[in-house]
């Protein structure tokens, strides 16, 4: 231990536990009083609050919100010298059901289809109550973000929806409107400091904060609770190799502070993880992506196909892009083409970010006027890639897929459509993680769950870094969707609210 953090009256010193006999749940300790995985609250703070919010994306944001809204004292400390982690450079969906906008385009909707839907997507894995927790309060997370200004662009259909439920806003839009909002609310707002270690009190209840450095560190109480809002651990290749070490030939796109911080902290003290076996990576990324704005196409939830280098198919396209990445980072050289004709080129221009037409503008896709040109521009065999196609046009003609069983565009949405109008185009893609959404156990009211099934007494958490809510594979909207909506209701749960 550093002279400065003993000068803070922080220290790590063995730690009897005075709880008049009851059991203290989530700490880990062995004999002679020595104590590992639990830091001591400090004798005296250096910041005092109610609740400390740890990182400022859209799940801490929400929650520092509605947590100062009851009159309590907030800090939402940040890590990064920006806000809004990965939510910020998000694609901006947010899966939300039984709106107006979507009444108005006529599509039925309802929170007994979206639990339905969630479940199925997620291979029944996920936690019912979490899903349930989504579903019960994503309406009215819907309603708040338009009282806040949130202006949604349009309804589309994605990965895993039965019905059109992707409601698209601008990420940095809604962040910056958060911010405000947060400001407005009386949020303190602490940039470029990192949570490093949570504290614990006598009574076992997490009691607060040491963030700062380890050489310098700064601490903040928590009188009411701790709620982590710190993103998932993309860039953490220890933890990724740890838990899926066949992640390791993806690409990852993520906010720049997303190394499993708050993962580790509630860890410590015992916090039980869920769903780390199916962190899984998007299909439908260029080859040198750097952002989702720019070099994401989905064009086979349009009706384009998929196929490798030899110009064969392999994969049922109309699966989850998650599950599509598993079988495109088995194919050689980690990719896939996506490849359609002029027909389902003009559906997906509509894409409301234009990036379809950005990356033929910077020539990332291909086209021709034959499949037989196209092949040579690709580098496949032309031959292979004709019968593909042909194989494939037979069978969406006869109304099925001998091959991988598509039957429809995504999910139970959109029938197949023949690969047929001149020009051809292909997209070279791979997969990328754009987060690990599996996490930290939590219960439906956000607080943290222990390895033995036990409430860590005042640590609440909320968005990426959870696990749970998506069980196998996620239904595009409910990752950026949670971290709003689970903010929400652990902002209130944390003060009592709810
Ligand atoms: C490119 C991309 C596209 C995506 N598109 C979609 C989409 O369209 N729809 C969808 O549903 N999901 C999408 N996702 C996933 C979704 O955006 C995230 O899961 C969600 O926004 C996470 O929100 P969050 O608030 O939990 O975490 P983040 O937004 O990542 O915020 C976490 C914050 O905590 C900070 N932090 C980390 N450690 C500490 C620490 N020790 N102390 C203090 N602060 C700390 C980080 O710096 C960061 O600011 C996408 C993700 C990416 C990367």
Redesign the pocket.
Do not use: Y
């Given at each position: 231990m550093s002279r400065d953090m003993k000068g803070k009256g922080y220290t790590r010193r063995s730690f009897i536990l005075t709880t008049g006999g009851a059991a203290v749940t989530g700490i880990l300790y062995a004999g002679g009083g020595k104590v590992f995985g639990v830091t001591q609250k400090p004798d005296t703070w250096d910041n005092e609050a109610d609740v400390m919010v740890?990182?400022?994306?859209?799940?801490?944001f929400s929650a520092a919100i509605h947590a100062a809204e009851s009159g309590a004292k907030v800090i939402l400390?940040?890590?990064?010298p920006v806000?809004?982690?990965?939510?910020i450079?998000?694609?901006?969906?947010?899966?939300f059901a039984g709106t107006d906008m979507q009444a108005a385009e006529g599509i039925k909707d309802s929170n007994e289809l979206l639990y339905d839907d969630m479940m199925k997507v997620g291979g029944n894995e996920n936690i019912p109550s979490l899903v349930q927790a989504y579903v019960d309060n994503q309406l009215a997370t819907y309603e708040w973000l338009k009282t806040l200004g949130v202006n949604f662009l349009k309804i589309g259909i994605a990965s895993g929806m039965s019905v059109p439920r992707s409601h698209y806003v601008k990420p940095a839009d809604v962040l910056a409107i958060l911010r405000d909002e947060a400001r407005k609310k009386g949020v303190t707002l602490v940039m470029r400091?990192?949570?490093?270690r949570l504290a614990m009190d006598e009574k076992g209840r997490i009691a607060g904060v040491i963030a700062g450095t380890m050489k310098k560190p700064v601490t903040y109480s928590a009188r009411k609770a701790v709620i982590l809002?710190?993103?998932?651990f993309s860039l953490n290749k220890d933890l990724l190799a740890k838990f899926v070490p066949v992640m390791a030939k993806a690409m990852a796109?993520?906010?720049?502070?997303?190394?499993g911080?708050?993962l580790k902290m509630a860890w410590a003290y015992g916090a039980d993880i869920k769903d780390m076996a199916y962190i899984k990576a998007t299909f439908g990324f260029d080859l040198e992506a750097k952002t989702?704005s720019e070099d994401f196409v989905l064009m086979f939830y349009q009706g384009a196909i998929i196929v490798n280098k030899e110009g064969n198919r392999f994969v049922d396209e109309s699966l989850s892009y998650k599950l599509v990445g598993d079988a495109a980072l088995a194919q050689k050289d980690a990719m896939g083409f996506q490849l359609y004709d002029a027909a389902i080129r003009e559906k997906g221009m509509s894409d409301p970010f234009g990036r379809t037409a950005g990356l033929e503008k910077r020539g990332r896709i291909v086209s021709a006027p034959t499949l037989t040109e196209l092949a040579q521009k690709m580098n496949v065999p032309a031959d292979s890639l004709e019968r593909t196609v042909k194989e494939y046009n037979a069978d969406v003609e006869k109304g099925g897929d001998s091959k991988f069983g598509r039957t429809t565009l995504v999910a139970s949405y959109g029938k197949p459509v023949k690969i047929d109008q001149p020009p051809f185009y292909a997209f070279p893609s791979t997969a990328a993680i754009?987060?690990t959404y599996g996490g930290i156990l939590i219960n439906d009211k956000t607080e943290v769950i222990n390895v033995f099934e036990e409430s860590v007494p005042g640590l609440y958490a909320a968005?990426?870094?959870i696990g749970g809510m998506h069980g196998v594979a996620y239904m595009?909207?409910?990752?950026?969707?949670k971290?709003l909506i689970l903010g929400r209701l652990a902002g209130k749960t944390a003060v009592g609210g709810q």
């Open positions: 740890i990182g400022a994306g859209s799940a801490g400390l940040e890590k990064m806000i809004g982690g990965s939510s450079i998000c694609g901006g969906a947010l899966c400091t990192p949570a490093h809002t710190s993103g998932g796109i993520n906010g720049l502070g997303n190394h911080d708050g989702i754009l987060g968005g990426e870094i595009t909207g409910t990752a950026f969707g971290a």
